[in-house]
């Protein structure tokens, strides 16, 4: 079939590459030339794994092109998949939609009879039925159906073309059965398809994205009560994750959640519900939020703690700067949020990550980076670990030992092997966790 993909960021790019690398004829839109022209030469713009190759196979066979027209989009295809970004309002916690209106509208005059506009943004309930309206006033007959994406940054490409379940919501049989030979080649392998109409196909999305950063924040909470009683917040989710009606995904105690999606997700959800009526119904999301932007300033502080309460002219040496490991994604980062609060307590501090490091500069231009670990941690009086990349976990702590000044870590993702740290001369640390000094392991203490 042939398609449009309007939008080309993480999920724009990632769903035209794979649409085309299965047999469909794609052409991606974007009104930033620059991204285009390195699309065209098979350059993805964003770190996402199998991306790279993916795109240049898709764009040497031909099957997959990219434009800066909504017109040309129009003209080559009737079905379009709308990518846009749908970012937190600058004036409250409801999503800004002026970037999916402004795609509607730009396509509304060029459309060809029968088409179908299918929304892949995460957008408020009620938001499909809105645009409806808004093209019907033009005379269009284009129907409009949602089909959210379920993407993990770092793990994209595998998800969509091997998702956990498929969503569409759609106002016809015309657009389910379009959609159903898009997704042609995953339903034959038995993927679960899930059609149902637009506003519970827009709820699905925020509902699930609400429901895992619950369980983040859950576990964060019993962390800092682990904390106050001296318990093992890490044992502690092990335990109750083993319970099947629980499970153990997304229990990780640690710095908390960020990125594109769950911060502005859960606050648009919830501002949306006020508008609905059912504020209440959800008001728990609120605390949810407070919850993981509090262990920011939890890791902070207690940064400021074992360094004797101030951390003026320390030198700090974070480890990680994108929101997670496999993605070179800062965009709302709480390792650069607290890498940025740990300075203007007056601190000098130096960032590491393995692929983050540019769109890090561009954040926060006022932090200082460094290329490899030893030279981030040199001199270092306190070494941070805030993002979980498994090359962090394999660093040699007694090599690391060399090149600071005190061997004082704070693991705040909960991810590294305490013992051959503690081994190795070092002081951990971690959020919800008794803390293991120098040799402990070896008199039989904490693990």
């Not at 724009?12 to 299965?22: E, F, N, Q, S, Y």
């Not at 657009?175 to 699905?204: C, H, K, N, Q």
């Not at 153990?248 to 501002?271: N, Q, V």
């Amino acid at each position: 079939m042939r398609m449009t993909v309007i939008g080309t960021g993480y999920v724009g790019t990632v769903h035209a590459a794979c649409m085309a690398d299965i047999g469909h004829e794609v052409l991606g839109i974007d009104i930033d030339a620059e991204r285009i022209a390195a699309l065209s030469s098979g350059r993805a713009p964003i770190r996402e794994a199998g991306l790279d190759e993916l795109l240049a196979r898709a764009v040497g066979s031909g099957r997959l092109r990219f434009s800066t027209s909504l017109a040309e989009g129009a003209a080559f295809a009737r079905t379009h998949f709308v990518c846009v970004g749908t970012p937190q309002r600058t004036d409250g916690e409801a999503a800004d939609l002026r970037y999916v209106d402004a795609v509607v509208d730009g396509l509304a005059p060029h459309l060809s009879q029968g088409s179908l506009i299918v929304g892949k943004s995460t957008v408020p309930v009620g938001t499909a039925a809105r645009l409806g309206r808004r093209l019907a006033a033009t005379g269009s007959d284009a129907e409009i159906a949602w089909n959210p994406e379920f993407l993990r940054e770092g793990c994209a490409v595998g998800d969509t073309m091997r998702p956990e379940r498929l969503v569409v919501g759609v106002s016809s049989r015309r657009a389910d059965a379009v959609l159903r030979e898009i997704y042609g080649p995953m339903l034959r392998v038995g993927v679960p398809f899930f059609s149902t109409d637009p506003a519970t196909a827009e709820l699905v999305k925020v509902a699930a994205n609400s429901f895992l950063a619950t369980k983040i924040s859950f576990i964060n909470a019993m962390a800092e009560v682990c904390d106050a009683a001296g318990a093992d917040a890490s044992v502690l989710a092990r335990a109750i994750g083993a319970d099947t009606r629980i499970g153990d995904r997304f229990l990780e105690p640690g710095l908390g959640y960020g990125g594109s999606c769950f911060p502005k997700d859960i606050r648009a959800f919830a501002a949306r519900a006020e508008e609905l009526g059912a504020g209440e119904a959800v008001v728990f999301l609120h605390e949810v939020d407070r919850i993981n932007t509090r262990q920011r300033r939890r890791t902070v502080d207690r940064a400021r703690q074992l360094l004797g309460g101030s951390l003026t002219g320390r030198r700090i040496a974070v480890l990680g700067a994108a929101f997670k490991p496999g993605s070179d994604d800062v965009r709302d980062s709480p390792a650069l949020a607290v890498a940025a609060a740990v300075q203007r307590q007056g601190a000098t501090v130096r960032v590491h990550d393995p692929e983050a490091l540019d769109n890090a500069r561009t954040a926060h231009p006022d932090l200082t980076y460094a290329p490899y670990v030893p030279l981030a941690c040199e001199d270092a009086d306190l070494v941070l670990h805030l993002t979980p990349w498994p090359e962090y976990r394999k660093i040699d702590p007694a090599a690391l030992a060399a090149v600071v000044r005190d061997p004082l870590i704070l693991d705040a993702r909960n991810s590294l092997d305490a013992e051959p740290w503690s081994l190795a001369g070092w002081t951990l640390h971690a959020l919800g966790r008794p803390w293991l000094a120098p040799s402990a392991a070896l008199a039989g203490g904490a693990s």
